[in-house]
Nanobody
Framework: QVQLVESGGGLVQPGGSLRLSCAAS????????MGWYRQAPGEQRGLVAR???????NYADSVKGRFTISRDNANNTVYLQMNSLKPEDTAVYYC?????????WGQGTQVTVSS
């Protein structure tokens, strides 16, 4: 059974930083491409960043230069380092495979950027 558990969200002021973690189980993690997605109120869930099994990364234009995705295959974990956060980054953040599998969504972690 696949389980993806996100953590690390919280309330942060504009310009601040957060590091999200996603612990994966039930998959052969090192061969999966992984992604971070987010969903703001009233909006569709969208891809923020992805990382291939080989470590190649790609980012949405809105986060390029501010967010960094990385993975630790030894610990089946994918990270999202978020710097220079803006109010428009406020959303629930999820990890999933890339492309995503609808049956892999976890509970997500809330990120709120506000002064």
């Amino acid at each position: 059974q696949v389980q993806l558990v996100e953590s690390g969200g919280g309330l942060v002021q504009p310009g601040g930083s957060l590091r999200l973690s996603c612990a994966a189980s039930g998959i052969i993690f090192n061969i999966w491409h992984m992604g971070w997605y987010r969903q703001a109120p009233g909006e569709q869930r969208g891809l923020v960043a992805r990382i291939t099994s080989a470590g190649i990364t790609n980012y949405a234009d809105s986060v390029k230069g501010r967010f960094t995705i990385s993975r630790d295959n030894a610990n089946n974990t994918v990270y999202l380092q978020m710097n220079s956060l803006k109010p428009e980054d406020t959303a629930v953040y999820y990890c999933n495979s890339w492309p995503f599998r609808s049956d892999y969504w976890g509970q997500g972690t809330q990120v709120t950027v506000s002064s």
